[in-house]
């Protein structure tokens, strides 16, 4: 059984930085995918960026990218999101997912496990 644990969420001025911290136990094989997604008051869940087990290959939102960087350490049991230049609409709760054999990343149903999610408030 896969657990995530988030981490790292706060309140932040624009402009301002966080990094959230995604820790997992239990059995993560390099099939895994693992996803920062978001959702914000009223809205959907929107794939922020991933990580891709097997190479370590990264993908990120339009809305995010050049912003906001994914890495993972070298035990690949902890993956980070660094947010960088943090807007208001930036504002939502964070999740972390994870999901083997996934085919469409940005879809909240391919993942099985989540963390508990961590809010971000950016204020403007």
């Known amino acids: 059984e896969v657990q995530l644990v988030a981490s790292g969420g706060g309140l932040v001025q624009a402009g301002g930085s966080l990094r959230l911290s995604c820790a997992a136990s239990?059995?993560?094989?390099?099939?895994?995918?693992i996803v920062w997604f978001r959702q914000a008051p009223g809205k959907g869940r929107e794939g922020v960026s991933c990580?891709?087990?097997?190479?370590?290959?990264?993908v990120y939102a339009d809305s995010v990218k050049g912003r906001f960087t994914i890495s993972r350490d070298n035990a690949k049991t902890t993956v980070y999101l660094q947010m960088n230049s943090l807007k208001p609409e930036d504002t939502a709760v964070y999740y972390c997912?994870?999901?083997?054999?996934?085919?469409?990343?940005?879809?909240?149903?391919?993942?099985?496990?989540w963390g508990q999610g961590t809010q971000v408030t950016v204020s403007s």
């Open positions: 990580i891709i087990g097997s190479d370590g290959s990264t």
């Open positions: 997912a994870a999901g083997s054999f996934v085919r469409e990343i940005s879809k909240a149903r391919e993942y099985n496990y």
């Open positions: 239990g059995f993560i094989s390099d099939d895994y995918v």
